[in-house]
C-alpha cells in the first residue's frame, strides 16, 4: 500500500489523501523440461532447468527462478506426452518480492516401453505325460520399482 498526500495545488485549497496497491509484475517461465525415459515402474519423473528463463523482469532487477527437480505422474504406464505434475516454483532474488509467476504451461514427457531382456520370464521344466501342458510362466523385472 503507497499513500499519497496533496496539499494545496495550484488554484486548490485544502488536503487529500489516498491510498494504492502496487501490484507484483507477472513473470511467465519458459524452458522448463522433463526428461523422456524408459518405463521404470515409477512415476518419478526427472526434470532440467538448463534451458528455464523468466520473461518479465525489470532491466536491473535480481530475480530468478527456484524450481524442483522432479516431477510426478499419475501413473508410471508407457505413454507419449504424458503430463507431469510439477511443485511449486519459487522465485528468490532480491527483487523476488515485486514478481509473481504466471501459471506454467504443461510439461510433459514421454515414457517408452522398456525392452524385454533376457531372466525376465521363467517357465518351469516339465515332465512329458503324452497330453498338451501349459507350464506357468512367471515375470519378473528387477529394474522397476
Same mark, same amino acid.
Given at each position: 500500500?503507497?499513500?499519497?498526500?496533496?496539499?494545496? *495545488?495550484?488554484?486548490?485549497?485544502?488536503?487529500?489523501?489516498?491510498?494504492?496497491?502496487?501490484?507484483?509484475?507477472?513473470?511467465?517461465?519458459?524452458?522448463?523440461?522433463?526428461?523422456?525415459?524408459?518405463?521404470?515402474?515409477?512415476?518419478?519423473?526427472?526434470?532440467?532447468?538448463?534451458?528455464?528463463?523468466?520473461?518479465?523482469?525489470?532491466?536491473?532487477?535480481?530475480?530468478? *527462478? /527456484?524450481?524442483?527437480?522432479?516431477?510426478?505422474?499419475?501413473?508410471?504406464?508407457?505413454?507419449?506426452?504424458? %503430463?507431469? /505434475? %510439477?511443485?511449486?516454483?519459487? *522465485? /528468490?532474488?532480491?527483487?523476488?518480492?515485486?514478481?509473481?509467476?504466471?501459471?506454467?504451461?504443461?510439461?510433459?514427457?514421454?515414457?517408452?516401453?522398456?525392452?524385454?531382456?533376457?531372466?525376465?520370464?521363467? %517357465?518351469?521344466?516339465? /515332465?512329458?505325460?503324452?497330453?498338451?501342458?501349459?507350464?506357468? *510362466?512367471?515375470?519378473?523385472?528387477?529394474?522397476?520399482?
Amino acid at each position: 500500500m503507497v499513500t499519497v498526500t496533496a496539499t494545496g *495545488l495550484g488554484d486548490y485549497t485544502g488536503k487529500l489523501t489516498a491510498t494504492y496497491s502496487i501490484a507484483p509484475a507477472m513473470l511467465t517461465v519458459s524452458g522448463l523440461r522433463a526428461v523422456d525415459r524408459a518405463y521404470d515402474g515409477t512415476t518419478k519423473v526427472d526434470l532440467t532447468t538448463a534451458d528455464a528463463y523468466l520473461t518479465g523482469i525489470v532491466e536491473g532487477d535480481e530475480v530468478s *527462478l /527456484q524450481a524442483a527437480s522432479t516431477g510426478t505422474l499419475y501413473s508410471p504406464y508407457a505413454r507419449e506426452g504424458k %503430463i507431469v /505434475q %510439477i511443485g511449486a516454483a519459487q *522465485l /528468490q532474488g532480491a527483487a523476488a518480492s515485486e514478481y509473481s509467476l504466471e501459471p506454467m504451461e504443461p510439461v510433459t514427457v514421454n515414457i517408452t516401453h522398456k525392452p524385454l531382456a533376457a531372466g525376465m520370464f521363467t %517357465i518351469p521344466d516339465v /515332465q512329458y505325460n503324452g497330453k498338451e501342458q501349459t507350464p506357468a *510362466l512367471t515375470a519378473s523385472d528387477p529394474g522397476t520399482k
